[in-house]
């Protein structure tokens, strides 16, 4: 585990500042045996718009002199990002009686447990340290509890319609279990460990609200498309699509979002990717599909025919569930001779396939 420069800046600090003292013995304090922690992580809303500021709370809650402690604080990272600013600031005795620093480097990656998927997460290290005046250190005792620290997450422009968790993950190695039985004496430190001084984390969720991103129908134009959002596939266009432009004629996209297609090898035909971005990131993605296209050029005809033929033949399984549901036109799950029937007449002119409503 990485521990920045800074954190160790910080340690030394501590050090130093407690060497201060004029230390006879090397004596050290007797533990209770009964010392626990709580920590509860709230927000100031349970709802938030996106790209909102979020402010996190971190309640304390101990039984004993605690002169340091450090928290590794994860979010959501599909839900949450880390602001430009944080704005950690210390609260009530922990500001009057110690300093407070945090590190998000690598989005706070290094801080986050082996178990978790670290692309899943970002995570704020916090770490506070007790000063020394008056021949006192500094500690917090609040079996009540109190408000410790507070900083600042946004929400995502992507994340509406989502709940994101921030909590501070028992798995981790990092807590500090530094005690003092008696502050004006610096030879009382003694240290306790995940068994001695059990850790209890409560965590927050909140809700982003607002417009979510969904591709919908654009009823400005004649025929819309129709949208199958349980397998994200959209169809209902003419064959012969030629561009991304001709796709928004269709379909428009909410929640702030733009389209941006990705055509296949061949052109805007089965399997192009209609995607909807918000600020250059994908959030959804849906299949296109045209009726008895199955190379994707997005045009029914001979150049289609081998494939029919050799699923038909049984050579090929067609194993891709959206090149399947293309060239399905019988909406019986297989692409067999009945299929192929339907797409002799549509090759040779007989029959146009309503891509509206096929079968
Ligand atoms: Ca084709
Ligand atoms: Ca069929």
Do not use: H
Request: charge should be negative; glycine fraction near 8%; hydrophobic fraction near 40%.
């Amino acid at each position: 585990m990485k521990i920045s420069k800074k954190i160790l800046a910080i340690l030394l600090a501590v050090t130093l500042a407690l060497s201060l003292f004029a230390v006879s013995a090397s004596a050290a304090g007797t533990p209770t045996g009964t010392e626990a922690m709580t920590v509860t992580v709230t927000t100031d809303n349970e709802t938030y718009e996106a790209e909102a500021a979020v402010q996190v709370r971190v309640t304390i809650a101990c039984n004993y002199n605690v002169p340091s402690f450090r928290f590794p604080i994860m979010f959501d990272s599909s839900v949450y990002e880390l602001p430009t600013i944080i704005g950690l600031k210390a609260q009530g005795t922990c500001a009057s009686k110690g300093t407070i620093n945090s590190n998000t480097t690598n989005g706070g990656a290094d801080f986050i447990p082996e178990a978790y998927d670290s692309s899943a997460f970002g995570c704020v290290l916090v770490q506070w340290t007790a000063t020394v005046a008056n021949g006192e250190v500094g500690y917090l005792n609040n079996e009540a509890g109190e408000l410790a620290f507070t900083f600042e997450l946004k929400t995502k422009a992507s994340a509406v319609g989502k709940t994101g968790t921030i909590f501070i993950p028992a798995e981790s190695d990092l807590f500090y279990y530094q005690a003092i039985e008696n502050p004006a004496d610096a030879t009382t430190f003694y240290y306790l460990d995940a068994e001695t001084c059990p850790m209890t984390f409560v965590e927050a969720n909140a809700m982003v609200v607002g417009e979510q991103v969904d591709l919908v129908p654009n009823e400005d134009y004649g025929t819309p498309a129709t949208i199958d959002e349980e397998n994200r596939r959209v169809y209902g266009f003419a064959e012969g699509i030629l561009s991304n432009a001709e796709i928004k004629e269709y379909v428009k996209a909410t929640g702030g979002a733009v389209i941006r297609s990705t055509p296949t090898d061949l052109g805007y035909g089965t399997c192009t990717k209609v995607n909807l971005a918000i600020d250059g990131t994908t959030v959804k993605s849906y299949d296109l599909i045209i009726f008895g296209d199955i190379d994707g050029d997005a045009i029914c005809d001979i150049n289609d025919l081998p494939y029919v033929l050799s699923y038909t033949a049984g050579s090929t399984i067609c194993d891709d569930p959206v090149i399947l549901f293309a060239g399905d036109l019988t909406n019986d799950g297989v692409i067999d001779v009945d299929d192929l029937s339907v797409f002799l007449l549509a090759t040779n002119g007989s029959i146009v396939i309503d891509q509206t409503n096929p079968y």
